[in-house]
C-alpha cells in the first residue's frame, strides 16, 4: 500500500510540475505582458492549468474513482477553487505585499543578467509559495473526497 501511494504522489508531484509551469507560463503573460492585476491574473491562469490538472489527474495519477463523473468534477471544482480561490490569492497578496518584494531586490541586486524586473520576481516567488501550500491541500483533498478507490473505501 505504502509503495502505491508513493508512486502516486510522484505521478501527482509530475502532473503538477507540468501545469504549474502552464499556470506560471500564463500568469506571467497576464500580469506581465498584459498588466493585469496579480489577482485577476491569477484568476485566469489557475483555473486554466487545474482543468488540466484535473484531467491528467484523472488519466495518469489517480485510479478507480468512486464518484460519476459529474460528481467528481464538481467536488474537483470545490477543492481546487478554494485552493486557487483562497489559498493561492491569501498566499500571493500577502507575500507580494510585505517581504517578497525586498528577497525580489536582494535577488536582482546580486544576479545581475536575470533579464526581469524585481516586480516579476517577486511575483513568481510568491506564486511558487503559492502553489506549493495549495498543492498540499489539493493533495489530500482530491484523495480523499474525489479520486478515491476500493481500498480507500474499506479504510
Given at each position: 500500500?505504502?509503495?502505491a501511494?508513493?508512486?502516486?504522489a510522484?505521478r501527482?508531484s509530475?502532473?503538477?510540475i507540468?501545469?504549474?509551469?502552464l499556470?506560471y507560463?500564463?500568469l506571467?503573460l497576464?500580469?506581465?505582458?498584459l498588466?493585469?492585476?496579480?489577482i ?5 491562469s ?16 489517480f485510479?478507480?474513482?468512486m ?7 464538481l467536488?474537483y471544482?470545490?477543492i ?10 491569501i ?5 507580494n ?7 525580489a531586490?536582494?535577488?536582482d ?9 524585481v516586480?516579476a520576481?517577486?511575483l513568481n516567488?510568491?506564486?511558487?509559495v503559492?502553489?506549493a501550500v ?6 489530500f483533498?482530491?484523495?480523499?473526497f474525489?479520486f ?5 473505501k474499506?479504510?
Open positions: 500500500m505504502y509503495k501511494r508513493a508512486k502516486e510522484l501527482f509530475g502532473v503538477g507540468g501545469t504549474a509551469l499556470d507560463v500564463l506571467n497576464l500580469a506581465s505582458w498588466s493585469l492585476p496579480i485577476v491574473a491569477n484568476l485566469i489557475a483555473p486554466i492549468a487545474s482543468f488540466l490538472n484535473y484531467h491528467l489527474s484523472k488519466k495518469i495519477v485510479e478507480d474513482k464518484h460519476n463523473e459529474r460528481k467528481s468534477l467536488i471544482a470545490l481546487m477553487g478554494f485552493g486557487i480561490v483562497v489559498i493561492q490569492n498566499v500571493l497578496h500577502i507575500l505585499a510585505t517581504f517578497m518584494p525586498s528577497v531586490q536582494a535577488i541586486d546580486s544576479i545581475s543578467f536575470i533579464p526581469v524586473g516586480e520576481i517577486s516567488l510568491s506564486k511558487l503559492a502553489i495549495s498543492a498540499v491541500w489539493n493533495f483533498m482530491l484523495r480523499r474525489v478515491v478507490n476500493e481500498d480507500d474499506r479504510t
